[in-house]
């Protein structure tokens, strides 16, 4: 099994590459290539437009005029150095919008793209502010030594948006959860929405006190970055195993028709869930094949037992693999199916009755 599901990996590995060399081998078609919305054009055409007027500007400067450089050449100095950082500021926020709208949007995976233009802003901002310290101070070695004092002090002063600050970075270099995925930390359970550089928003599902069902609750969950360093994260879609086990369960008497019960339940189970199982499983064995607990019996197809209900009842139970996103909705079908089929024998079934539950 292990060897067929390799031989299915590579199969979806070459494919993968005959698109990609296809792709680059192949003239890209104009739709298909990121291009400059009409914003971004007139976003770029300010930056020049600024960018010209502030060279000009230096460009003035450079002359005596009615004798006033001569007079104030400190002035004029600092002037030229805010100039010339004013300059900067523009060039590097035109090459940032170049990058994004060229760079980052030829990028498919829109979690990729995300995470780094939430690095790329985080650059901008740090080079900004060096630069504008750098035209005011006009010293390199004071304008390096000032910024690492300010940090010192920043960092004493507000310990905990420095540590969410660290969070974030675990976040992006270990990847415990990224946006889109279905996780619980703490008492908090959700989608991911948004990851800043200070917290964590979820769009909170099946939790709180409004719902017992996996239905967004309508409310959102935010929580500083820094929780994930020391709180345990349960993703649910996890990307190698996007998959979680869920259950049916129905109480029926002792003397019931178990059996029969039993091949009801497996074979509407399986008519719902069975083929799309079979492959997670398949991926599941082959990662399980790499722990210490490759020994462990995980069967391919839905499987029932009974355990004993202490209200004097059996509880008949079917368990299967279903997406964590879509459990709420198949464990809904399944029940009105299984019920219908069970229905047609209640001598054979033996639910309890109404007047003993």
């Not at 020049?48 to 004029?76: D, E, M, N, W």
């Not at 690492?148 to 002090?153: A, N, P």
């Amino acid at each position: 099994m292990a060897n067929e599901l390799r031989t299915e990996v590579e199969q979806v590995k070459k494919q993968e590459d005959v698109k990609r060399a296809l792709k680059q081998a192949s003239p890209v078609a104009p739709q298909d290539q990121p291009k400059a919305e009409t914003k971004d054009k007139l976003v770029l055409t300010t930056h020049v437009i600024v960018l010209l007027v502030l060279a000009a500007l230096r460009y003035v400067l450079q002359f005596s005029l009615f004798g006033f450089a001569a007079k104030h050449p400190t002035l004029i100095d600092r002037i030229q150095n805010i100039d010339l950082g004013a300059m900067a500021i523009v060039l590097l926020l035109a090459v940032a919008k170049v990058g994004d709208v060229y760079l980052l949007g030829r990028i498919d995976s829109p979690v990729s793209r995300y995470n780094l233009r939430r690095v790329a802003k985080l650059m901008l901002g740090l080079l900004m502010i060096f630069i504008v310290v750098s035209a005011v101070i006009q010293n390199w070695y004071t304008t390096v030594a000032a910024i690492s004092l300010f940090s010192i002090i920043l960092g004493l002063a507000v310990q905990t948006p420095v540590t969410s600050f660290l969070g974030w970075i675990y976040i992006l270099v270990r990847s415990p959860y990224r946006v889109g995925d279905r996780i619980k930390i703490g008492e908090a359970t959700g989608d991911v929405i948004d990851v800043s550089y200070l917290d964590t928003t979820l769009w909170e599902f099946g939790g709180g006190d409004l719902l017992s069902t996996d239905h967004p609750t309508g409310r959102i969950i935010k929580f500083p970055n820094s929780k994930v360093l020391g709180s345990t994260v349960y993703n649910y879609t996890w990307p190698l195993f996007p998959y979680v086990w869920n259950e049916v369960k129905f109480s029926v008497a002792y003397n019931a028709d178990l059996q029969f019960i039993a091949d009801t339940m497996q074979r509407i189970a399986a008519e719902e869930v069975g083929e799309s199982m079979m492959k997670q499983i398949r991926v599941y064995r082959e990662l399980l094949a790499q722990t210490p607990v490759n020994s462990l019996e995980v069967r391919e197809y839905p499987s029932v037992l009974f355990r004993v209900n202490a209200n004097t009842w059996l509880d008949a139970i079917v368990r299967y693999l279903v997406h964590p996103k879509e459990a709420g909705r198949v464990k809904t079908r399944l029940i009105k199916k299984l019920l219908t089929e069970l229905n047609k024998a209640p001598d054979r079934v033996m639910f309890p009755k109404a007047d003993a539950r």
